[in-house]
């Protein structure tokens, strides 16, 4: 079902917690749905310098959210805001076609942690 | 370790004894017995065999026995033929919110067709009130159909009683017997059922054969049309392997009934209590008092995590179990069984059902329990529910699936 990389990242999770100070951090999903992910970024100079995750969800959820961290980090942030959840699925090899909606969130997290950084940023 | 499969509930290995009734009826006694031929003939007494081996099991005439391809065939020809050949009786149907699909799906078809379909509720337990089933019988009410034992929970339920509110209200009853049927006694005389359905790849037998036990006199409409097979009522070539394999699952199970049910008994409970006294916010689900549960079924949620990802974490130690989230369950939901009894939604996603068998053994058990905590707890540290203090976002307001089909 799933493919080795979905594997690899679902049994040795990169980069999972959370960001102590984080410069943002974003969260998707719901209970009901069955998925939840939380990203923490630390932005230094406009680049993406450390991300961290925390995933209520299935082995493609897990998975999503490992890649987008290995993604995300060391890119600025708006080459972090044009990754889409395809490009990570890609990344993976690609997931089960029933998964691609439903556990395939993890870039819109990282998104989220982005808008909550830019606001932030705003504010001060 | 090498394999421990206890997803008995979802399917059984066929056992040594069927696979080798089965055989010879593959190659040798290969006819069909509806052929006047010597070939039509060598077989016939098989099929008549085995008649006699299931209803020796569900305690009924051996003509009361009707075989079929699965047990959701069964469900779907006790209701859609009953509600067909009474419905100048009435409209109305009884049933509950945990049966198995076979049994809801086919209901709600009824109710597009302009019959009124009653699912009563269950407690947090998952447990039944007799006194609302009774209440909601009304002079249209022509069918109830209650399940004899749950799949997910292993809840049994009170078939005994519900046959007898049956008959003082001169309504048929149909039990999805297929969870029961070989783990507890299932005697349809007994319990004043008129309609029981069971499954042969349960028991030990293969996939794609069934059987439905039909009081005498019942009357009820044609589900399957075609030849005269199974005195008029379930049209096509009999399935002789799965008959005559089905046959012997029965009478293995009414042999080792009590042994099997002591064995599998035993290591269910060590599971049980090995689970909730080693690993901090499990719950159990189902009825809390073991004997109203199947002897094989443990259903716990592990809170914080999803059930998925906790089952593929048992695959890669060569475990199978199986889970009631909504990845798991093929829908947009986790498990309706979880739903109805008012499982908290992260603890619904988080259920897993471990369904044991005779094939199982106490060092198995051990292997689980001495790797489960940590994985539970690896999971654990990698959810945003864990240790949270903001609250859970529940709803569903911001659904970001286009259509969210888990399979």
Known sequence: MYTEKVMDHFSNPRNVGEIENASGVGEVGNASCGDIMRISLQVDDGIIQDVKFKTFGCGAAIATSSMVTELAIGKTIDEALILTNQAVAEALDGLPAAKMHCSNLAADALHEAIKDYKERNVAA | ?407
């Not at chain 2, 075989?67 to 050949?85: P, Q």
């Not at chain 2, 009081?215 to 049309?225: E, K, L, W, Y």
Request: with cysteine; aromatic share 6%.
């Open chain 2, 1 to 407: 370790m090498d394999k421990i499969y206890m997803d008995n509930n979802a399917t059984t290995a066929v056992k040594p004894e069927v696979l080798e009734a089965m055989l010879p009826y593959f190659c040798e006694q290969f006819g069909n017995p509806s052929s006047v031929h010597w070939a039509g003939r060598m077989v016939g007494g098989a099929i008549d065999g085995a008649r006699e081996k299931v209803a020796k099991l569900l305690n009924c005439s051996p003509a009361e026995v009707i075989f079929l391809s699965c047990g959701s065939e069964g469900d779907n020809y006790a209701i859609k033929g009953t509600a067909e050949a009474l419905k100048d009786k009435g409209n109305h149907i009884i049933t509950t919110s945990v049966e198995h699909p076979a049994v809801l799906e086919t209901c709600d078809a009824l109710e597009k067709d302009g019959f009124d379909v009653t699912y009563l509720k269950v407690d947090s337990n998952g447990m039944l009130n007799l006194a609302e089933l009774e209440a909601a019988i009304t002079d249209k009410t022509i069918l109830i159909s209650v399940m004899w034992a749950n799949n997910e929970t292993g809840n049994i339920y009170p078939i005994e009683e519900i046959g007898q509110i049956a008959k003082k209200h001169k309504v048929r009853f149909h039990t999805d017997a297929v969870q029961a049927v070989g783990k507890i006694p299932v005697d349809v005389r007994k319990a004043n059922v008129d309609m029981a359905v069971i499954s042969g790849h349960k028991i030990g037998a293969p996939k794609g054969i069934g059987a439905m036990y039909l009081r005498r006199g019942s009357r009820i409409s044609r589900f399957m049309h075609g030849g005269h097979q199974e005195r008029n009522r379930r049209a096509g070539t009999h399935n002789v392997p799965g008959i005559v394999g089905l046959g012997v699952a029965c009478e293995v199970a009414g042999a080792n009934m009590d042994r099997d049910y002591t064995f599998v008994r035993n290591l269910r409970d060590k599971l049980e209590n090995g689970i909730l006294s080693s690993i901090p916010d499990v719950k159990l689900n189902g009825h809390p008092d073991a004997d109203l549960r199947l002897p094989n079924t443990l259903n716990v949620s592990f809170n914080f995590i999803e059930g998925e990802s906790l089952l593929l974490f048992f695959d890669m130690k060569g475990i199978a179990a199986s889970s009631g989230s909504a990845c798991t369950s093929g829908s947009l939901e986790p498990s309706h069984v979880m739903g109805a009894m008012g499982v908290d939604v992260v603890l619904a996603h988080s259920s897993t059902r471990f369904s044991l068998g005779s094939g199982n053994s106490i060092e198995e058990v051990e292997f689980i329990l001495h790797e489960l905590p940590a994985m539970v707890q690896r999971l654990r540290e990698m959810s945003p529910l864990y240790h949270r203090s903001e609250p859970t976002p529940l709803s569903c307001d911001e659904c970001r699936m286009v259509h969210k089909t888990c399979a």
